[in-house]
């Protein structure tokens, strides 16, 4: 049998099915049933997948070790001085990611003024900043955002 261990963003979901996409590698797997409590779009699961013979194109949860949802939410604070600087030095659409001291990561991106709104809600409705907020290990992921300056941070609890 074909397993699959990993940490998993569910990408769609519906009654009787789930379709979980791997975090590491984008790897789709497609749920034969649902688990009880069933799985909902918008969560991070980590476990491991069984292969359904014999076409084996459909997956069963065998082990569910974690099951959760990643917070995506714009802080009423501005960015940083750290990040406010890394964006000086970039051109518009530049983006620079910095590792955290401790957990996490730091996305800068220079954006047009006129855009910062659009641009926070692009990031806060991409299913991407949740699955890279899984791929990284966090808990939740904070948008600060100010002028050109867009900053996404990915931190622990």
């Known amino acids: 049998m074909e397993r699959t261990d990993g940490t998993f963003f569910v990408t769609e979901a519906d009654a009787d099915s789930a379709i979980l996409t791997d975090v590491a ?26 292969a359904e013979p014999p076409m084996t194109v459909a997956y069963t949860i065998e082990e569910l070790d974690d099951r959760r949802t990643i917070p995506v939410e714009r802080s009423s604070e501005s960015p940083t001085k750290q990040e406010r600087e890394i964006a000086a030095d970039q051109s ?10 401790g957990e996490g990561e730091i996305h800068v991106l220079t954006i047009p003024d006129d855009r910062t709104d659009q ?18 290990g966090v808990d939740r992921v904070e948008i600060r ?7 996404v941070r990915y931190l622990p609890n």
């Open 119 to 136: 641009a926070v809600g692009d990031v806060l409705d991409d299913p991407q900043t949740v699955a890279r907020a899984a791929r990284l």
């Open 25 to 50: 590698d984008g790897q789709v797997h497609t749920l034969a049933e649902q688990p009880d409590p069933p799985l909902e779009q918008g969560e991070v699961v980590v476990g491991t997948l069984v």
């Open 145 to 151: 955002a100010e002028g050109s300056v867009l900053s």
């Open 92 to 101: 518009v659409g530049e983006l620079t990611r910095e590792p955290r001291a």
